[in-house]
């Protein structure tokens, strides 16, 4: 019953910035880490970015690593993806998740995302 909503999608030139935003309304308990995935058209899910609630640990895909970085609000139960150097590549509808539990030594990537968002539109033109 956990609702998730991304917000701050849109349309940018290559080398811009954007930041989305993830905040959980409805039913919702502390988590154990909040992710970002995105989707091209007839393409896979992939993963982008997490973050893990307690201490802030992250997990970078290494295609963004460098360019995005992911961050929270435990008060706000939201989360924030800022890209900045934006590709043409990183075109996508970009999805938040939770995942209620974590494993010791496992990559937050790797993690099972209970919940998922509508997700928003970024594009990147050249």
């Known amino acids: 019953q956990v609702q998730l909503v991304e917000a701050g999608g849109g349309l940018v030139q290559a080398g811009g910035s954007l930041r989305l935003s993830c905040a959980a309304s409805?039913?919702?308990?502390?988590?154990?880490?909040m992710g970002w995935f995105r989707q091209a058209p007839g393409k896979e899910r992939g993963f982008v970015a997490a973050?893990?609630?307690?201490?802030?640990?992250?997990d970078y895909s290494d295609i963004v690593k460098g360019r995005f970085t992911i961050s929270r609000d435990n008060a706000k139960n939201t989360v924030y993806l800022q890209m900045n150097s934006l590709k043409p590549e990183d075109t996508a509808v970009y999805y938040c998740?939770?995942?209620?539990?974590?494993?010791?030594?496992?990559?937050?990537?790797?993690?099972?995302?209970?919940?998922w968002g509508q997700g928003t539109q970024v594009t990147v033109s050249s």
């Open positions: 998740a939770a995942s209620l539990r974590g494993l010791a030594g496992n990559l937050l990537r790797d993690l099972r995302y209970d919940y």
């Open positions: 973050i893990k609630w307690s201490g802030g640990s992250t």
């Open positions: 409805g039913r919702f308990f502390s988590s154990y880490a």
